[in-house]
């Protein structure tokens, strides 16, 4: 496997990576058409650089076993939000992820559900918490 680069993806590097998960594993041409709706030279050329781009990074691994490279996911979106937090948190707070995660928790308007879904979260990574709430 390709070794991961420090270098976070770009927008458009993120559209591609996106159409692949959302899709699965593709060509070009496919991915192309998922991205702009077309097949066009300029279109496959675009996806092709940046598919070019993914893969020195490390984000994506190119099959070459039929004469038609099909590219998948190397970095899974979890992985990615992970690595785009951690440089967030890096950039605006010394590194440290609390004040990034408070904004978010107080200024994001959690629905019942996402907020149920950080309890079990916390109760999972920190057992203590669930015992303290139920005696």
Not at 40 to 53: C, E, N
Not at 97 to 112: I, N
């Amino acid at each position: 496997m390709a070794r991961k680069s420090t270098k976070d993806v770009t927008e458009a590097e993120l559209t591609i990576l996106q159409a692949i998960w959302e899709h699965g594993p593709a060509t070009i041409r496919q991915l192309a058409e998922r991205v702009y709706g077309e097949g066009g030279t300029s279109a496959y050329a675009t996806v092709q650089k940046l598919l070019d781009r993914l893969e020195t990074k490390g984000d994506v691994v190119r099959d070459r076993a039929e004469s038609v490279h099909v590219f998948r996911a190397a970095t899974d979106r979890e992985e990615l939000i992970g690595r785009k937090l951690k440089a967030v948190a890096e950039t605006l707070c010394g590194g440290s992820l609390t004040p990034l995660l408070s904004h978010l928790v107080q200024r994001g308007r959690l629905s019942e559900q996402e907020r149920s879904d950080l309890r079990s979260l916390i109760e999972r990574l920190d057992p203590s918490v669930a015992s303290k709430d139920h005696p």
